[in-house]
Structure formats: C-alpha cells, structure tokens
C-alpha cells in the first residue's frame, strides 16, 4: 500500500463506483455529504489521501484530527472489488500513528446495515461504541435512519449510525 494527496481526477474516478449494500465502505453515492467534499476540490482539505496497491486505486481516507484534543475521525472508501480491505485499513491506521502522534482515538462510523465493515474494523481491534442519533449528516443518512422521504406512508426499516474506536 502507499498514499498520496487525492487529486480531481481520482476523486471523480472514486465518486463513480458503486457498491453492494454491505460493501459500501462510506459510499459515495449521489447527493451525500461524502461525495460532496470529494467532488469540490475546494472542500477536500490537505488531510484527505489517494490510497494506492498493486492493482492501482483503491480508495480513499481523510482524517479529521481536529475534532477534539487526543481524537480522530476518519472517512474511508475502498474500490468496491478490494479483497484486502484489513491490510487498508491497518495501513491508514499505521499512518495515523505517524502523521498525528498526539491522537490517542480513531473514530470511524459505519451503518448498522453494513456488517461487513463493522465485522472488519472490529477485527482490526475498534469497539463498537454504539449507535448515535442523526444530527448534521447529509439527507441519505435521514433516509436511512427511517425517515418517510418516500411519502408512501410505509415505514422504512431503520438504520443506525454506529460509532467504533480504536484506541491508538
């Protein structure tokens, strides 16, 4: 694996992909806050990096170390046919501990429809801190967590935000 700074071009490449729904590694679907930032170059700060392996590009992460003193949280996409997504991870991991010393917990949130990706983080050592209740997140999420934006008056299954930590 390595990094580099992501560039326009392979932010466009990343917002293309599509996913299985247990697969989706914080997707990037259309109209959400992730795909946002990646499309508006003026949005993706000096902290978001292309991750690169054999087979070229294979996602993206951005760290947030700003959030609170001691915490970080990252935002991770995988390419949807990755079969090394551990080895991804540990190596954003492994590079958090170098760029930002002073981080004492990893944050990273995942949908409770996603058991694929908290059963990987979790075996990378995150404990599943539970779910947290919507505020300030992108209208999918709003969707997701059961809300009726379909106006059929059925009610949507709900999905949970869950937060899992590790600690560095």
Known sequence: MR????????????????YPVDYS????????????YLEHEKMRHKDYYALYDEYGL???YAINARIRKGYAALR????????????????????????????VY???SAYSDQPHAIA???????ENKGPVVASAH???????EGFDVDHSGKPIKPVELIILSLKL
């Open 76 to 103: 991770l996409t995988l390419r949807p046919d990755m079969d090394n997504e551990v080895t991804a991870i540990q190596y954003v991991i492994d590079q958090t501990r170098r760029d930002f010393p002073d981080c």
């Open 25 to 36: 590694w914080n997707t990037v679907a259309q109209g959400s806050e992730n795909r946002y």
């Open 3 to 18: 990094h580099a700074r992501l560039t326009q071009a392979e932010a466009c490449e990343i917002c293309s992909w599509s």
């Open 58 to 60: 294979a996602g993206y």
């Open 120 to 126: 990987t983080y979790q075996l990378l050592g995150f």
């Open 138 to 144: 992108d209208m999918s999420s709003y969707e997701q």
């Open 106 to 108: 990893l944050n990273v």
